[in-house]
T-cell receptor, first 112, second 114 residues
Framework: GEDVEQSLFLSVREGDSSVINCTYTDSSSTYLYWYKQEPGAGLQLLTYIFSNMDMKQDQRLTVLLNKKDKHLSLRIADTQTGDSAIYFCAESIGAAGNKLTFGGGTRVLVKP | SAVISQKPSRDICQRGTSLTIQCQVDSQVTMMFWYRQQPGQSLTLIATANQGSEATYESGFVIDKFPISRPNLTFSTLTVSNMSPEDSSIYLC???????????FGPGTRLTVT
């Protein structure tokens, strides 16, 4: 079955790097996503990675995928106070644009 | 990307009543979904809204409680029927773009049932 897990909380100092981790159980996952949710707001798509890739970089964001261990991480370089939010990883199985299974979310607090 | 709007943005409803939430997309999409986010929780898929046919519901969700319409490729509605306080949640629609891998979410409808 599908199960996606994340740690609950991460505290980081402004200017440091943040690393948010996610594990999933379904080896059939084809696409893995990272979303950001700020208080009272909807979900913002940050980035995604196809399951045959190991890494994807997009400005301050780096996604690493270890398919063998079913482990996904999101690294945010030079973390800013505006990065304080809840971050969700999600997986989809099968065709692109298919339904998503979400992790529980990691609350990131950036301290000045 | 896709621009998705939802109406209403929030509502406070009484127990036993029903609320219909609308989702509008600025382009035609095949895949459209409805999710629920209970307070302090993650997102759970309610159903896939299929154009021209009945929605496909996930385990634990039934059509009588959450009827869904999808009259065309840019619009869908979700009704929360016979509401109870346990239905207080944020309801979000999302779309999967036909041409790519991205999935985008609407701003959500914050529902409080008293």
């Amino acid at each position: 079955g599908e199960d996606v897990e994340q740690s609950l909380f991460l505290s980081v100092r402004e200017g440091d790097s943040s690393v948010i981790n996610c594990t999933y159980t379904d080896s059939s996952s084809t696409y893995l996503y990272w979303y950001k949710q700020e208080p009272g707001a909807g979900l913002q798509l940050l980035t995604y990675i196809f399951s045959n890739m190991d890494m994807k970089q997009d400005q301050r964001l780096t996604v690493l995928l270890n398919k063998k261990d079913k482990h996904l991480s999101l690294r945010i370089a030079d973390t800013q106070t505006g990065d304080s939010a809840i971050y969700f990883c999600a997986e989809s199985i099968g065709a692109a644009g298919n339904k998503l299974t979400f992790g529980g979310g990691t609350r990131v607090l950036v301290k000045p | 990307s896709a621009v998705i709007s939802q109406k209403p943005s929030r509502d406070i409803c009484q127990r036993g009543t029903s609320l219909t939430i609308q989702c509008q997309v600025d382009s035609q999409v095949t895949m459209m979904f409805w999710y629920r986010q209970q307070p302090g929780q993650s997102l759970t898929l309610i159903a896939t809204a299929n154009q021209g046919s009945e929605a496909t519901y996930e385990s634990g969700f039934v059509i009588d409680k959450f009827p869904i319409s999808r009259p065309n490729l840019t619009f869908s509605t979700l009704t929360v029927s016979n509401m109870s306080p346990e239905d207080s949640s944020i309801y979000l629609c999302s779309v999967g773009l036909d041409r790519g891998y991205e999935q985008y979410f609407g701003p959500g409808t914050r529902l409080t049932v008293t």
